[in-house]
């Protein structure tokens, strides 16, 4: 069936460090992809989304490219900042419903 | 705009009690969805309402169901409650069904302890 894996966290990283999240997806069809961000306490956000094929979601820095190839949506952002901790998910949706992946926790330190 | 709102923020219920929770939609959507995000895990679709019918449904059993009113708000009912069912519950509002050209808004959900 379809679904969403992304990389295991925790991922503790230093304020400005690189930040990637690996997802990877399986669709039977052509999905739209999303990154949500929920932060503690908090309800899910939508970071950003792509459509089609090569498009390049991007928002508040970060940054995704829809890779068809490679059936994957990593998340990216070049200098993470302590605000940024919280649990990142990747998701799918193939209509109406998200299908998420397990989420990867980011903890950023000063 | 206040955004999706849920209620209760907590509850604790009994096995084998029934519990209703509360959505209301970001103003001017339509469609309501609901999710179940077990400890530690992504969310998980519950089923859809859109035009007081309930549209797609996840992999759940009966025991969950829902209702839309005419003014777009939303419940989730769960009988016979399990001990498993305890999660946070996620409503999503939308303007229409599909998320391919809009996009979902969540509430901050309501987390239900079964015991």
């Known amino acids: 069936g379809d679904s969403v894996t992304q990389m295991e966290g925790p991922v503790t990283l230093s304020e400005e460090a690189f930040l990637t999240i690996n997802c990877t997806y399986t669709?039977?069809?052509?999905?739209?992809l999303f990154w949500y961000v929920q932060y503690p306490g908090e309800g899910l956000q939508l970071l950003l989304k792509?459509?089609?094929?090569?498009d390049k979601g991007s928002n508040k820095g970060f940054e995704a490219t829809y890779r068809k190839e490679t059936t994957s949506f990593h998340l990216e952002k070049g200098s993470v900042q302590v605000s940024d901790s919280a649990v990142y998910f990747c998701?799918?949706?193939?209509?109406?419903?998200?299908?998420f992946g397990k989420g990867t926790t980011l903890s950023v330190s000063s | 705009d206040a955004g999706v709102t849920q209620s209760p923020t907590h509850l604790i219920k009994t096995r084998g009690q029934q519990v209703t929770l509360r959505c209301s939609p970001k103003?001017?959507?339509?469609?309501v969805s609901w999710y179940q995000q077990a400890l530690g895990q992504g969310p998980q679709f519950i089923f859809q309402?859109?035009?007081?019918?309930?549209?797609q449904r996840g992999n759940f059993p009966d025991r969950f169901s829902g209702h839309q009113y005419p003014n777009y708000s939303s419940e989730l009912n769960v009988n016979a409650l399990l001990l498993g069912d305890s999660a946070l519950y996620l409503c999503?509002?939308?303007?229409?069904?599909?998320?391919?050209?809009?996009?979902?808004?969540f509430g901050q959900g309501t987390r239900l302890t079964v015991v």
């Open positions: 999503a509002s939308s303007l229409g069904q599909g998320l391919r050209n809009t996009e979902a808004f």
């Open positions: 669709a039977t069809g052509y999905p739209s």
């Open positions: 792509a459509t089609k094929a090569d």
């Open positions: 998701a799918l949706s193939l209509g109406t419903a998200l299908i």
């Open positions: 103003s001017g959507h339509d469609t």
């Open positions: 309402y859109y035009e007081e019918e309930e549209r």
